[in-house]
């Protein structure tokens, strides 16, 4: 019986042991696999040279929704008259919300002046856009709505290899569908396992919305006029970006949310980058998983944000499993406080009478020690005056 009662106690340990190992596994893996999702933490990256804590919001359209390049910039200018109504005001010259507006173009034929060529899945994008991708550059730079020139492209390596046999090829020409551009950069192809799973074979290019004008023409053709001399504008966001300082808790959902999710009703997914991955959010969404299964909407997603829904899937189930897990030491830790609790009850009396005994021994000795140094300060005072009395005899 014995050594059944302690078998018992030796499994219950070592349960409670696997469990916790268990749940600090999954808490290091569902850390790797959100920070893994580089796109996802510009904000984190703002907070380094700011004051303010700072949110981060995408939003995600259909193509037909009419949200458009002006949109953005409108959506911008908005949220700072809401940032100076609450006394955040950016000193002259600083852009404290930067922000990324893009949607794909389609399919490209791609050219250079040597021998290589290649199809190309091209992208548009507008603002900071790079800022927010989390890209590693392997040669020349990025681009921004800043650059006098929009004449540039980043292509991705595997574009690179196609065309020139090389990424060191900065400032070479490339043609698209015909049209001339310049090589700005060239960016390392996606190699997280989400990513991977997100995207197709198709080598990538990004452009400026000017360049993709001439090349793609007006998605609103109504409103260009071919006879006109200026030249045709793309206009389309399906996918757009910010970071915003945060005064107070949620300013950034707040702000973004109240100008665009009535507005854009059925067609946006307004998405708190900030604070998707938290524990919290994950395991309260396992109740919503066909969200993450069955897209009906019409919405467009790029890659990247393709692979993080599939993160956050998977650290729903990471952060579920470790919730069950610590659910063992926890029940554990119940058991031992009624086990404890009633040992209480039944030994009560001989703990008290234990602590009294205790207590009175500690009292006597600190009642002798008191004594025993005022017999020798008494004996002390008396040699002396024994002292004294003989010095005063002399």
Request: proline fraction near 3%; charge should be neutral.
């Amino acid at each position: 019986m014995r050594n059944r009662y302690k078998f018992g106690q030796m499994f219950i340990a070592a349960l409670n042991a696997v469990a916790i190992i268990g749940a600090v596994i999954l808490t290091a893996a569902g850390g790797s696999s959100a920070a893994s999702q580089k796109y996802n933490f510009t904000a984190e990256r703002m907070e380094k040279s700011s004051e303010y804590d700072y949110g981060q919001i995408s939003c995600f359209f259909s193509e037909n929704s009419g949200f458009d390049k002006n949109s953005a910039i409108g959506v911008k200018n908005q949220i700072y008259s809401e940032l100076k109504s609450v006394s955040v005001i950016p000193e002259e010259g600083e852009d404290i919300v930067p922000h990324a507006f893009s949607a794909e173009a389609g399919i490209a034929s791609i050219t250079c002046d040597r021998t290589g060529q290649s199809q190309a899945r091209v992208t548009v994008v507008g603002g900071d856009f790079f800022l927010f991708r989390g890209f590693t550059l392997l040669n020349g730079s990025f681009f921004s709505d800043k650059n006098f020139l929009q004449d540039g492209v980043v292509i991705d390596k595997e574009l690179a290899w196609r065309l020139y046999g090389s990424i060191d090829i900065t400032g070479e020409k490339i043609y698209i569908n015909g049209d001339e551009l310049y090589i700005s950069g060239v960016i390392d192809t996606p190699d997280t396992k989400s990513e991977k799973k997100c995207i197709d074979d198709v080598p990538r290019a990004y452009i400026t919305y000017k360049a993709a004008g001439p090349i793609f023409g007006s998605v609103n053709n109504d409103m260009w006029d071919s006879a006109a001399s200026r030249d045709p504008e793309f206009m389309t966001v399906t996918c757009y970006e910010c970071a915003i300082p945060e005064p107070v808790e949620h300013f950034a959902y707040n702000s973004v949310k109240q100008q665009l999710a009535v507005a854009y009703k059925g067609n946006i997914s307004i998405v708190n980058n900030s604070e998707r991955f938290l524990p919290s959010k994950r395991i309260k969404a396992l109740k919503k998983l066909d969200r993450y299964i069955v897209r009906n909407d019409g919405i467009v997603y790029p890659f990247w944000e393709n692979a993080s829904r599939l993160t956050e899937l998977k650290l729903s189930f990471i952060y579920g499993g470790r919730r069950l897990l610590l659910v063992i030491p926890l029940i554990t830790f119940i058991c031992l406080l009624a086990l404890a609790h009633k040992w209480f009850r039944q030994n009560k009396k001989d703990l008290k009478d234990a602590i009294e005994r205790v207590f009175s021994s500690k009292v006597k000795r600190i009642r002798d020690k008191k004594q025993k140094a005022e017999e020798i300060a008494k004996k002390e005072s008396s040699d002396i005056e024994n002292e004294q009395t003989k010095e005063s005899s002399k």
